[in-house]
């Protein structure tokens, strides 16, 4: 029996997922789109390729590549040279390798969200990517997402050591 998200009214299937699951999800994409500009709701592919990518044990590479796909159909994994981003490492082989080794590393939530940003392995849709590799660490980590991305990075960041 499917019913409609009581906040998104997107179909929620009651036998696999709560329904305040798929309303906190599907609220934590609204915000991940609202800091890239977009506003509206999610296609039902990319909140059901979501909820695939959270219930993963663990995560590989070919699974951030078809997240991101989920976000920016267009978007390519930065394997080949030439395939560079201002201001980030330059695309080549090489990118796989540092995406594995950020994938199996045990880097906190915080600071593996920092490191994909500055690796942006995508040629498009890297913050939806990182955000939702970092919602995965944080459930991972059995930590709290109830305050959304942006106040629990935050506040995230103000527990780090940095120096000004």
Same mark, same amino acid.
């Given at each position: 029996?499917?019913?409609?998200c009581n906040s998104c009214g997107h179909p929620?299937?009651?036998?696999?997922?709560?329904?305040?699951?798929?309303?906190?999800?599907?609220?934590?994409?609204?915000?991940?789109?609202?800091?890239?500009?977009?506003?509206?709701?999610?296609?039902?592919?990319?909140?059901?390729?979501?909820?695939?990518?959270?219930?993963?044990?663990? +995560?590989?590479?070919?699974?951030?590549? =078809?997240? &991101?796909?989920?976000?920016?159909?267009?978007?390519? #994994?930065? !394997?080949?040279?030439?395939?560079?981003?201002?201001?980030?490492?330059k695309g080549g082989p090489e990118m796989i390798?540092?995406?594995?080794?950020?994938?199996?590393?045990?880097?906190?939530?915080?600071?593996?969200?920092?490191?994909?940003?500055?690796?942006?392995?995508?040629?498009?849709?890297?913050?939806?990517?990182?955000? +939702?590799?970092?919602?995965?660490?944080? =459930?991972? &980590?059995?930590?709290?997402?109830?305050?959304?991305? #942006?106040? !629990?990075?935050?506040?995230?960041?103000?527990?780090?050591?940095?120096?000004i």
């Amino acid at each position: 029996m499917t019913e409609p998200c009581n906040s998104c009214g997107h179909p929620t299937d009651n036998f696999t997922l709560h329904k305040w699951l798929c309303c906190d999800l599907c609220r934590f994409l609204r915000e991940s789109n609202k800091i890239k500009g977009i506003f509206g709701r999610s296609t039902k592919d990319a909140i059901f390729k979501a909820r695939a990518f959270l219930s993963l044990r663990q +995560i590989e590479v070919a699974d951030l590549c =078809q997240m &991101c796909n989920a976000f920016q159909p267009d978007a390519l #994994l930065r !394997t080949q040279p030439g395939m560079d981003v201002q201001g980030h490492p330059k695309g080549g082989p090489e990118m796989i390798l540092d995406l594995q080794h950020l994938l199996e590393s045990s880097a906190p939530p915080y600071e593996a969200h920092k490191w994909f940003e500055a690796l942006h392995p995508f040629t498009d849709g890297n913050g939806r990517t990182g955000r +939702i590799y970092w919602l995965w660490q944080m =459930q991972a &980590c059995g930590l709290s997402t109830e305050l959304g991305f #942006l106040h !629990t990075y935050y506040y995230q960041s103000l527990t780090e050591e940095t120096v000004i």
